[in-house]
C-alpha cells in the first residue's frame, strides 16, 4: 500500500522519465497532495497500463495542491549527461512548484538538492509513496506526449510507439537514416 511519508510537513514527490532513452528529453515532474489523499490505484507509471495512466494523470492535476512538470533538452544531456540532467529536471520541477514543500522524497538512490529543502531519497520510492508515484506517472505521459508530437515531424523512428527508448526498430532506423537533432549524441546508438 502507497503512503505519505511525514504527515505533519508539506511534501514534494519527484521523479523523472526517459532517462534510458536514445532520442527526445528527460522529463520531470514534482506533486503535492493534501494530507488527507488517497488513492490505491497511484503506482509507479511503469506498472500502469497507457489508459490507467491518462486516466491518473486527471486525477493527480485534479487533485493535487500543486503539481509542476519540467523538460531538460537533448543539447543538454549532451552537455552535462544523463545523470546530471535527470537532476536538473527534477529541481526545475520542485523549483517551479507555487507552494514551497518542506520536505522531498524523491525517487532514486541519490540527489543533489540546488534548494535549501530537506529531502530523501528512495529507491523503489514510486511503488512506495504516494507523492512520488504521481510525478511518476506525470513525468511519464508528460515525456510520452512530447514524443507523440514530435513522431509527427519524424514518422521513420516510430517515437509514438518506442517514445524514443533503444527498440529493436528503433535502432535500425538510426542504422538507415541516422540520428536527428532530437537524439542524445552522447548515448551510444549501435
Request: positive net charge; proline residues 4%; hydrophobic residues 35%.
Amino acid at each position: 500500500m502507497l503512503k505519505k511519508y511525514f504527515s505533519k510537513l508539506i511534501e514534494c514527490g519527484t521523479d523523472e522519465a526517459g532517462r534510458g532513452c536514445l532520442a527526445g528529453p528527460v522529463t520531470a515532474a514534482a506533486v503535492i497532495f493534501p494530507k488527507d489523499y488517497y488513492n490505491p490505484d497511484l503506482n509507479d507509471s511503469k506498472k500502469i497500463s497507457k489508459n490507467k495512466r491518462k486516466i491518473l494523470r486527471e486525477e493527480i492535476i485534479q487533485n493535487s495542491i500543486d503539481y509542476s512538470i519540467c523538460h531538460v533538452s537533448v543539447k543538454t544531456i549532451d552537455k552535462i549527461n544523463i545523470f546530471n540532467a535527470s537532476i536538473l529536471a527534477m529541481n526545475r520541477a520542485i523549483k517551479n512548484l507555487k507552494v514551497i514543500p518542506e520536505f522531498i522524497l524523491v525517487d532514486g538512490k541519490f540527489f543533489k538538492s540546488s534548494l535549501k529543502i530537506p529531502h530523501q531519497c528512495f529507491i523503489k520510492g514510486d511503488s512506495t509513496y504516494l507523492s512520488i508515484a504521481a510525478a511518476s506517472i506525470l513525468a511519464k505521459t508528460s515525456r510520452d506526449n512530447y514524443m507523440i508530437r514530435l513522431s509527427k515531424k519524424f514518422p521513420t523512428y516510430n517515437w509514438q510507439q518506442n517514445k524514443g527508448y533503444p527498440t529493436k526498430e528503433h535502432k535500425n532506423a538510426i542504422k538507415s537514416n541516422g540520428i536527428t537533432i532530437h537524439h542524445r549524441k552522447s548515448f551510444k546508438m549501435d
